[in-house]
């Protein structure tokens, strides 16, 4: 009889050992990925000053952001928090560990951040983001930008899904050389935020809402035609001409977009990707290269990683300019939407290799010399220790792993024994 | 120009990328090693309700706990706070999905726990613990004991560190049994609490302190000879048998000290291992076997490793009786003292293996494909997307990377290539 509620917190992941096995597998595989591209990963704190998280901050967030009460030990403590994503820390410990740092630096950081956002489903309050960023001092080449999205586009090939993930890209310089273009720059906000949402409404709702902030319908017009155009770069690169806008940041956009898109296919990623200019991200701080990976097969789960180009990291935190590419895969999410579309891989296998089931103690030794022989050759062992009948024993075995070895006077003997594979 | 202090808050471990490496290589070889051993890897949240946490907390807990602050969107939670330790969690998690697990339920915990205790060189108020447990349902085998011994050995062998380890082990019913035949149960939280302090003082505080709690000289004699007991188990059996005490729970201690040894002995361990009369470990809940691992040549540091037998996992949250084995090795704290003596392996190694530098952009095409085929043998490749002098690339590529690859016109013609390793 339980004599306490023991759920979880609403909004926090807890799995069983069976499925968290398959949750660690793609985590591994993320960080496996990322460090063979060069990114060193890095671990900053869970938790940090709530100035140095919200100095930039604003809006949800703030409202969002989980604060930490100091403990009588701690008090001359500065006030803290929950850090919320990896970016703000990560501008921290950049600023902090400035002149022991290579740059470009290539950091990878995988692990749990905090929002305390309204309980909803296939949403967490407590979840793993899993974050490449290359930080340059002083200027940063766009090979880095493609460098971003292939390593993200490979880790999600280690996943070895069985749909499609299509990396959607676009470069915000064009949107905003479009809207100057048009003298519609004090819209600008507005603008991006209905693109951001178009996807999720129907046309008619975007028309209105361009409408409402005062567009007229041949500009309404013309920003309908503007996020329908997506494709290779080849056929993007065509549609921009035909618009024969002048403007010099459209056209710094539409030269980043397509030299990113070129290195992108000269790294054989030409069917994972497309030029989008629906994809603008919501956050304020993308200057140049945004994007956003989808399962074109799974429309309704949107975005699964997502990231940009920003000018300036950590402006709030430094005079040195440090601009910034990056991105993030969202595992907690991911995992979530895998599983609600039976995409995981299965999950019925059992992790353990091997249990080893000695018929009395007087196998133990020899259990025990079994275990370690075939723990050097890489599986996972148990050692069935109960003081029970065989029977019982062999139903935990076949229970918590694929193979089973019994050894009774005649295996310690002999020195040989069987392998039987249970059935599940 | 720094704008504001962008130092982590006291307590909290922040490591440089090469140092990380050496980190997350550690932690990697544990994670290995348990599982290796059987045990199923678990992740709980964090963050969890006050109730639980706090169930049966007191003292120093209750004092070093810190609170979160529940935001606007989450306000219908229950109170919260961050997880002090494994062991609460998983008595919670254990109970919640009891149906859903197997028994002996053999589990892993690897992530970071909070205490906001005093700042102090080398204590950590965000650290890394790595716990393995077997938590039985309804009764538990002494074998276990022994399995989260072994296994936590096979961790510290896996460090590859050049000084030897001892996990010195002992049974807490040892003492009780010994205080019970004097009739001194009264005093058992205190003499617990003098014998853990024993190793920090000089016996003549040790002598004091028994004295000040009412203990008269030839009592005092017994157990200041009672705490020198250790050594093989052969060598603790024959002075527990010269003491001549009768008392059933001694008897049971010993019994169960001499199965235990006697199972890693049987597991090739009788160097790593030594009973000890000294080991009680602090925490109450213990109720069998004690250990706590060392590095006897440096005295200094203390326990690395400490773990033992508990009767009731989760008696505050349910009726069944959970009966557990466990240990933990605290990474963040044993970490920082390796580093302080040396004794973590070497960092001078980068972890990036090669450095790919083209001339010019014309051979990127050349360089993406060497650095896919690369990756496949398992290689960590950056490539170096500067738009620098190739003198100022080879330098980035030497800061970052063991091997450089300086790929030219000639090699993207011919398709071959140098490599060439960078002196430190």
Do not use: W
């Not at 409402?212 to 001409?241: C, N, P, Q, W, Y």
């Not at 010099?248 to 030409?270: P, Y």
């Not at 497309?274 to 994809?279: F, G, R």
């Not at 140049?288 to 709030?316: D, I, M, Q």
């Amino acid at each position: 009889m339980k004599k306490i509620n023991t759920s979880p917190i609403s909004g926090m992941q807890e799995l069983l050992p069976e499925v968290q096995a398959v949750f660690n597998d793609l985590k591994n595989r993320i960080s496996e990925t990322y460090f063979s591209h060069g990114y060193l990963n890095i671990e900053t704190p869970m938790i940090d000053r709530t100035e140095i998280l919200l100095a930039k901050a604003g809006g949800d967030t703030e409202k969002q952001i989980y604060k930490v009460v100091k403990t009588a030990e701690t008090a001359d403590d500065a006030d803290q928090a929950l850090r919320f994503d990896h970016t703000v820390p990560l501008a921290r410990y950049v600023v902090e560990h400035e002149n022991d740092l290579k740059f470009p630096f290539k950091v990878s950081q995988i692990g749990r951040n905090f929002r305390g956002e309204r309980a909803q489903r296939g949403r967490f309050r407590e979840f793993y983001q899993c974050d490449v960023d290359v930080i340059g001092r002083g200027e940063l080449p766009l090979y880095y930008d493609a460098d971003v999205i292939s390593t993200l586009l490979d880790a999600f090939s280690k996943f070895e899904l069985e749909t499609p993930v299509l990396a959607r890209i676009s470069n915000r310089k064009i949107l905003s050389g479009l809207l100057s273009e048009f003298n519609l720059e004090e819209k600008s906000d507005d603008i991006f935020s209905i693109i951001d949402h178009s996807e999720k409404v129907l046309i008619e709702k975007t028309k209105e809402a361009f409408a409402e902030i005062g567009l007229g319908s041949e500009r309404i017009s013309t920003m309908l035609d503007f996020i329908e155009i997506r494709g290779s770069r080849a056929e993007v690169m065509k549609a921009f001409e035909a618009l024969g806008i002048e403007n010099e940041t459209f056209k710094e956009g539409v030269s980043e977009l397509n030299e990113v898109m070129s290195l992108l296919e000269a790294d054989g990623r030409t069917a994972e990707i497309s030029a989008d200019m629906k994809i603008v991200r919501g956050l304020d701080y993308y200057t140049g290269t945004v994007f956003e990976f989808n399962l074109p097969e799974y429309k309704h789960v949107g975005s699964v990683c997502g990231g940009g180009r920003y000018e300036n990291l950590a402006g709030y935190f430094t005079d040195q300019k440090l601009p910034g590419v990056g991105g993030s895969i969202g595992l907690t999410r991911l995992f979530y939407v895998l599983n609600e579309n039976n995409l995981a891989k299965s999950q019925t296998r059992k992790p353990i290799d091997t249990a080893i089931v000695p018929i009395t103690e007087n196998e133990m030794p020899f259990a025990l010399k079994v275990a370690k022989e075939l723990r050097e050759k890489g599986e996972s062992i148990t050692i069935v220790g109960l003081d029970k009948k065989l029977g019982d024993k062999l139903k935990y075995a076949a229970a918590v792993a694929t193979k089973g070895i019994v050894l009774g006077e005649v295996e310690a003997q002999s020195g040989k024994y069987e392998v039987k594979i249970f059935e599940d």
